[in-house]
């Protein structure tokens, strides 16, 4: 007796097939780009709309990114998910890690760009930011993943509880020493 294909597909297939791939890259290119873009605009905008005020401009530039980083890189997660749903969780993380990498590295070449081609002046951050937004985006990829995949919503909560204080009690350590 036949398996049917339905009962052959692994849901933790550890490779991916030529359509995962196509898919992955696609998602991972349009996500980041779409995230550089974003992130570049915003940051000269309000650097326009906020020249004075500095510790307001820089609140504001921060509580932005981290808004788009996490929209843009739960978007990502569930993109992939919804286009090849059995593919394995590790894929997803990477999905949501690389938008946010590249994504970042775009925006940061995004600024270069502008100041050497329009000489605005835009300050640029530091590159230490791509590591912060990468780590960031490990964890709304990862409570991304939590949503989609666990059933359970009492596993989920404490899932994604235990996520987020792994979290923050990593950030602490890192910046105490």
Do not use: C
């Amino acid at each position: 007796m036949a398996k049917s294909k339905k009962t052959q597909e692994t849901p933790l297939a550890l490779g991916l097939d030529q359509e995962d791939k196509r898919v992955l890259w696609r998602t991972i290119a349009i996500a980041s780009v779409l995230l550089g873009i974003f992130l570049a605009v915003t940051f000269v905008v309000l650097g326009k709309v906020f020249p004075e005020k500095p510790g307001f401009l820089n609140a504001a530039r921060t509580g932005i990114s981290l808004l788009a980083f996490w929209i843009f890189t739960t978007s990502a997660v569930r993109t992939f998910d919804r286009f090849r749903p059995n593919v394995a969780f590790y894929w997803l993380v990477l999905v949501g890690v690389a938008t946010a990498a590249i994504g970042i590295v775009l925006f940061l070449t995004g600024l270069r760009l502008w100041n050497e081609l329009g000489s605005v002046g835009a300050e640029l951050p530091s590159y230490s930011i791509i590591g912060f937004y990468t780590a960031a985006a490990l964890v709304a990829s990862l409570i991304s993943l939590i949503h989609i995949r666990v059933e359970n919503e009492m596993t989920g909560n404490l899932l994604e509880l235990l996520v987020i204080v792994i979290a923050a009690a990593f950030f602490f350590w890192v910046t105490q020493g």
